[in-house]
């Protein structure tokens, strides 16, 4: 297959290769974003970010804006924040949403992946503060692709039930929701869910995307703040071994793990079992803090590909190989 090496998608976010990192709640920091900007694609600020997250006394405007900050201080190259997109007519009570688009756009941080739902009140205002807005919905339809589309979304990107985090309702794969989403649409499409190595990036370009979003890969980076527990455990883990822990999420197999899968294939409601993790901490508690056995470690389908540490650059070029100069 021949791969273009200059597209839509490095023009309009202005990055050497066509990969953006994906946000991932308490995750991601100013050192994983900037590391991964730095070797050529897109760094996301995720939610929870940076030494302050936990932190109750420190506002969460203040947390934004030091952690956005530091990456300035460790790259001069475009990186991206992570906003909750709500459902219209919801938005306006969002104190979270409207902290983080004030915050991202007085600190010049134009590039904003909003994920959620269509939500054209805010990417009015996205574009009228001359932001560039990357839409990951989060169980996606070809008709809002296209209301997307045409309410000003910059590019779009198409998420299979392979991907690790909250997983689309609808459980179509990647490889058949990203050529719907290419087919809908005009704007370039970033495939997610599931690539973690070149063959898939390469699968992703021949389904028509235009770039990938990746997020479980680069957990196991060296400068992903995620501990070395869940590194570790994400390398061990065998992809036919992940449980279902609600209709929303997986997770490798360890004991609180287990007892979220019983009491979610018991009849228990997703939401009521989603209420219990969040109150043992969710992945906070199994990635950042590394207590695998007592939260959840939320990965994609495609683990068995991840066999080591690396740093991000180290990912980049592995994901990238097609596109680095021969
Ligand atoms: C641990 C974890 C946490 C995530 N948290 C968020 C989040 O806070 N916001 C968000 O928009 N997506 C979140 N995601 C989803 C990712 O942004 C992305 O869609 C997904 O990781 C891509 O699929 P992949 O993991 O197969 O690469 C999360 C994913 C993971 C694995």
Request: charged share 25%.
């Amino acid at each position: 297959m021949k791969i273009n090496k200059s597209n839509r998608v490095q023009n309009i976010l202005g990055i050497d290769y066509p990969i953006v990192q994906a946000p991932m709640n308490w995750i991601t920091n100013a050192e994983m974003v900037a590391a991964v900007s730095n070797a050529g694609g897109l760094g996301i600020l995720g939610f929870n970010a940076g030494p302050d997250a936990k932190d109750d006394n420190v506002p969460l405007s203040q947390k934004i804006r030091n952690e956005i900050r530091e990456i300035q201080s460790l790259t001069d190259k475009p990186f991206g924040i992570n906003l909750y997109s709500p459902p219209e007519g919801t938005e306006v009570d969002n104190v979270f949403v409207r902290t983080t688009l004030n915050v991202a756009f007085e600190e010049g941080v134009k590039i904003i992946v909003a994920v959620g739902e269509v939500n054209r009140n805010i990417f009015r205002e996205i574009k009228e503060r001359n932001g560039v807005i990357i839409f990951r919905e989060l169980n996606p339809t070809v008709s809002s692709a296209k209301i997307a589309e045409e309410n000003g979304v910059d590019i779009i990107v198409a998420t299979g039930y392979d991907e690790g985090g909250h997983i689309p309702q609808r459980a179509i794969g990647t490889f058949s929701i990203v050529p719907t989403i290419v087919d809908a649409v005009k704007i370039p499409v970033l495939a997610t869910g599931g690539i973690n190595e070149v063959r898939g990036v390469r699968a992703a370009f021949a389904l028509g995307a235009e770039g990938v979003f990746v997020g479980t890969r680069f957990i196991v980076s060296e400068e992903c703040p995620a501990s070395d527990e869940a590194k570790q455990d994400i390398i061990l883990s065998k992809a036919e071994d992940l449980l279902m822990v609600s209709s929303l999420q997986r997770s490798t197999p360890h004991k609180s793990a287990r007892e979220f899968a019983d009491m979610y294939k018991n009849g228990i409601s997703s939401d009521d079992v989603e209420a219990e993790i969040t109150k043992r901490g969710g992945i906070r508690t199994g990635m950042l803090d590394g207590k695998v056995e007592e939260g959840i470690v939320s990965v994609n389908t495609a683990i068995d590909s991840i066999k080591e540490i690396k740093s991000v650059e180290g990912i980049v070029k592995d994901l990238m190989a097609d596109f680095l100069e021969k």
